[in-house]
């Protein structure tokens, strides 16, 4: 898998290029990915996403209980092979899994032959650690073991908050289903979270690296992800079933937050305050004045301030301008100094 960290990167982009037959094959992943979702939650908590910042802080918390009681945390082994920025490899996310148990016996009986070549293509300009390397080795780390550090991240990252985020891969997946009937596929695709451009033939979206995959009449999985972040996510290896992971556009919380404070809306005002609260998910500007029932161009005009002040920061990408929290922004909302 590669995984698309670097924003604001607008010299390399994910390059999909689609056939006739491929448009009339866009299609919607029936609901969450048990493993997408828990390789990319193990990425969201080694990051510092401000969208994350109440999960990461319940998490961390449940995972302190564990230890005192004598629990091992075995999280940091998966650390390794999922660091938070860069790449991992494709045989953590088996295709079209939508049972935990049944993707975690998909990664089991991966043969060693296909462990060393993602392994490697994921190692490229980095040395693999040696608990990497022993997994490619027949005396070495067992996938069995692997499986057990998976299945212990996935009740300590995922399970709690698996009702959650179903609720919230289905709100999104049955917005993206109407768009997908009533607009047509390129009108679809087009609107998808991070997309930059659509031509009529060819997807354009953010990435690390240029890529060009070419879909040849496989037509593509759409999969809403609650952890995904940022700009959509791919398989490594082109030989694969074509997906594309791609953030929700507005994913509900997993761990309430507080709402606005008196104070904050004593300090801003009662709509900038809501408009910081509401850029705890990114949008663009259009989406926020959707959220606050405000003109774009008042939302526009809030987002100035906001981030003349340092608590939002801004980028253009394509025709929109995307805000997100920097962290003062985010600890203004906490109560909390930065970090």
């Not at 995904?228 to 556009?249: E, Y």
């Not at 509900?252 to 709509?271: F, K």
């Not at 161009?297 to 805000?323: C, F, M, P, Y």
């Amino acid at each position: 898998m590669e995984f698309p960290w670097m924003l604001g990167v607008v010299f390399v982009s994910l390059r999909l290029v689609f056939g006739s037959s491929d448009l009339a094959g866009v299609r919607l992943a029936d609901g969450p990915d048990p493993l997408w979702e828990l390789v990319l939650a193990l990425i969201q908590a080694q990051t510092r996403d401000h969208r994350y910042v109440a999960w990461r802080r319940d998490v961390h918390r449940r995972l302190v209980t564990a230890r005192r009681a004598g629990v091992p945390a075995a999280i940091g082994a998966l650390r390794e092979l999922v660091p938070p920025h860069g790449d991992f490899p494709d045989f953590l996310t088996p295709p079209s899994t939508k049972d935990f148990d049944v993707g975690c016996e998909v990664i089991a009986g991966t043969p060693r032959t296909r462990l060393r070549i993602e392994i490697a293509a994921v190692f490229t300009n980095r040395t693999a650690p040696p608990s990497v390397r022993s997994l490619t080795t027949d005396a070495g780390t067992s996938l069995g073991e692997l499986i057990e550090v998976v299945r212990y991240a996935h009740g300590a990252l995922l399970a709690p908050y698996w009702s959650s985020i179903c609720d919230a891969v289905a709100a999104e997946r049955a917005r993206r289903a109407r768009a997908l009937t009533a607009s047509g596929a390129g009108e679809f695709l087009a609107g998808l979270p991070g997309s930059l451009l659509w031509d009529g033939e060819v997807l354009t979206t953010g990435y690390p690296v240029d890529r060009t995959v070419v879909l040849g009449g496989r037509g593509i999985t759409v999969v809403p992800t609650y952890f995904c972040s940022g700009d959509p996510v791919t398989f490594i290896d082109p030989d694969l079933p074509p997906v594309l992971v791609c953030p929700l556009a507005d994913a509900a919380g997993l761990v309430d937050s507080p709402p606005v404070s008196a104070g904050l809306a004593r300090l801003l005002g009662e709509t900038r305050a809501c408009c910081l609260d509401a850029l705890r998910t990114r949008m663009t500007t259009s989406e926020l004045a959707q959220r606050l029932d405000i003109t774009v161009g008042a939302a526009s005009k809030h987002a100035a301030v906001l981030r003349q002040n340092g608590l939002i920061a801004s980028t253009r990408r394509g025709g929109a301008v995307l805000h997100q929290l920097t962290r003062l922004g985010a600890a203004l909302l906490a109560g909390a100094e930065p970090e």
